[in-house]
């Protein structure tokens, strides 16, 4: 198990960039592939992006291609997600989550994934 801390979410306007960071503890980090899911109130969780455990790989919804970044600091044990031209609609609580892998893989699906953070809400008006 890795424990999970989500940070660097706020309420931005249309436009502006924010950064999350998520910082784990516990077991070996770099052998976790690592995502990001998203979840607005009323809708379901969303993927946002994920990374594979060596930081070589990645992989993005369509909604954020071009303006995130998904990267990784395995020597700090911390994942983060950089979010540029922030829309309304990015507006949700931001979660990352850890899936411990045998292979240097990407993983994308939410069941997946074994370890969750308590999430970091981000609000961009308009």
């Known amino acids: 198990q890795v424990q999970l801390v989500e940070s660097g979410g706020g309420l931005v306007q249309a436009g502006d960039s924010l950064r999350l960071a998520c910082a784990a503890s516990?077991?070996?980090?770099?052998?976790?592939?690592v995502g990001w899911f998203r979840q607005a109130p009323g809708k379901d969780r969303q993927f946002v992006a994920a990374?594979?455990?060596?930081?070589?790989?990645?992989n993005y919804a369509h909604s954020v291609e071009g303006r995130f970044t998904i990267s990784r600091d395995n020597a700090k044990n911390t994942v983060y997600l950089q979010m540029n031209s922030l829309k309304p609609e990015d507006t949700a609580a931001y979660f990352c989550?850890?899936?411990?892998?045998?292979?240097?893989?990407?993983?994308?699906?939410?069941?997946?994934?074994?370890?969750w953070g308590q999430g970091t809400q981000v609000t961009v008006s308009s």
């Open positions: 989550a850890a899936a411990f892998v045998h292979w240097d893989i990407v993983v994308v699906t939410a069941p997946a994934y074994q370890n």
């Open positions: 516990g077991r070996t980090f770099s052998n976790y592939a």
């Open positions: 990374i594979n455990r060596s930081g070589g790989n990645t």
